[in-house]
Structure formats: C-alpha cells, structure tokens
C-alpha cells in the first residue's frame, strides 16, 4: 500500500459508510470496513468477501466492530449504549468483539477497531477497573490474531485517553485518531490531543466537524472535509511530523450527497499530500 493511501470508511451490508459500489465508482484502494452482521462472518461468506475485495483491488486495513443498537441520538444515550461501557451489554458484545477479530483474521485484516464508550474518567472507579479487564480480553485475543486493537477518539481527552491505555498494558493496543470527533465530543482540540497521543496512532479517519452548530443540527453531524474546524491541512501536518504512513481513510456519516463529499474530500486529501510528502 502507497504511504497515505486515500481510502474510505465503508460496509457491505446497511452498516455505517460508503456502499461497496460506491467505493469502486470512487476508485479508492483502501478502506475501513464496518464488520457485518453474523449472518456475513461466516467462514464461507467470509471468503466471499476477502475474494470480492480482492478483485477489486481494495485493501482492508481495519475492521471496524459497530452494534445494531448502538445509539448515537444524543451524548447521554452515547454513554448508555455504545461500545463495550455499558454493563449490561458488555459481555455479549465482548464475545461478538472477540468474533469479529476472528472474521478480520479470516479476511487477513490485522487491526480492528471500535468506539470503546465513555470510560469513566476516575481510574479508582470499580467499572474503570472493568472495562479496562474486558480490553485487555479484546487485545489479547487480537494479539493470537497477530492484530492491534485500535481506539476511536473522541469520547474522552487525551490525557484520560493516555491513562486508559497506561491501564490496559498491552502491546497491540493502538488509537484511530480521528480529529472531528474531539470537536462533536468536546473532547480538545484535536492538533493538541494528536500532540499527546501520536506515538499510538495506527490509523486515522479524516473527517471534519463544525463547533458552532445550526439550529436544530443534530450534536453528531460532521462536515465536509476541509469545510469545518479541524484544519485538515495542519493535521497532515502534525501527521507528516509524527512519522504516520498508513492510509488517509475519509469518513463522511451524515450527508445528501455523501459520494460528491467524498470526491472533494479525496482530491482535498490527494492536493495536500502532494504538498507535503512531494
């Protein structure tokens, strides 16, 4: 794979993202894949999907995990149901996590990746305790795997981040850093949080996001690339001093026109990497 390669996030079934023949139309080679439901993760759909990938020359670099009620309405409703935070979801969704590191394995993949939740941001709490030992499960898991485990930003700062992953001790544990979240999450501002975690960035999502938000605009709703806050131009920036390689992977959730979006985003991206990296 080229160094930040342009790609984006996708699904092959109704998850989040792109659809499969959107990507294509957009001639991407990489991509982030939203794992599918079960009934896909097969080990015989399983092999369909790595063949279908494969011929059209479109990488996998990391498998996103997502659950059906996973809900995003509000950031209150974000704490009580998404990622493996929740009590009483937590174990199924561990063991669907842990089949999911298996389905990217079957694929080839060696990273996943999750929104893990609102850790709570007192290392003495007990359930920090917990949710630090069921991650360490997902690590260890991914590491017979020969895979990392990467965290999504934006549910918490980047120094809780930094305690979080002091916590769990593990090798393969990484962070997809993704600079629109700190903004819709209030979490920091992202140039300074890629400041503090860089050293444990293995992949990236390049998405933008308004602070001043509209009326009626929902909390979640993020921008077009080079459209919002997040100085995409300085990002790569700070990513070029870092010394991050991967792929430019493009996340655009929330629009009517996500596949025009995500055209300007890739020749946005493709612009400044010429820019930069010559």
Aim: aromatic share 8%.
């Amino acid at each position: 794979m080229d160094k930040w390669a342009t790609g984006i996030f996708t699904s092959i079934d109704e998850g989040l993202g792109a659809g499969l023949d959107s990507v294509k139309e957009l001639g991407v080679s990489t991509v982030h894949l939203h794992a599918p439901g079960s009934e896909l993760r097969s080990k015989e759909k399983t092999a369909e999907i790595k063949e279908q990938f494969a011929e059209s020359e479109i990488e996998i670099s990391v498998v996103f995990v997502g659950f059906p009620d996973d809900d995003y309405s509000t950031t209150d409703v974000v704490k009580q149901t998404v990622g493996l935070v929740p009590k009483d979801r937590r174990e199924q969704r561990l063991a669907e996590t842990l089949d999911i590191s298996g389905f990217a394995y079957g694929l080839g993949v060696d990273a996943i990746g999750m929104h893990l939740g609102f850790v709570p941001q007192d290392p003495t709490d007990p359930d920090f305790s917990a949710v630090v030992e069921v991650t360490r499960k997902v690590c260890d898991r991914c590491l017979e795997f020969g895979q990392h485990f990467h965290l999504e930003t934006g549910q918490e700062t980047a120094s809780e981040l930094l305690t979080f992953i002091d916590a769990v001790d593990r090798k393969n544990i990484a962070v997809n850093f993704d600079p629109a979240n700190m903004i819709l999450y209030g979490a920091g501002e992202p140039l300074e949080a890629l400041d503090l975690v860089g050293r444990h960035v293995r992949s990236v999502h390049c998405k933008d996001a308004a602070k001043k938000r509209l009326a009626g605009q929902p909390w979640y709703e993020d921008a077009p690339l080079g459209e919002g806050d997040v100085d995409i131009r300085a990002f790569l920036l700070k990513l070029h001093d870092l010394g991050y390689e991967g792929p430019l992977t493009i996340e655009r959730e929330y629009s009517p026109n996500q596949v025009g979006d995500i055209k300007k985003a890739l020749q946005l991206l493709e612009d400044l990497r010429k820019e930069i990296r010559g």
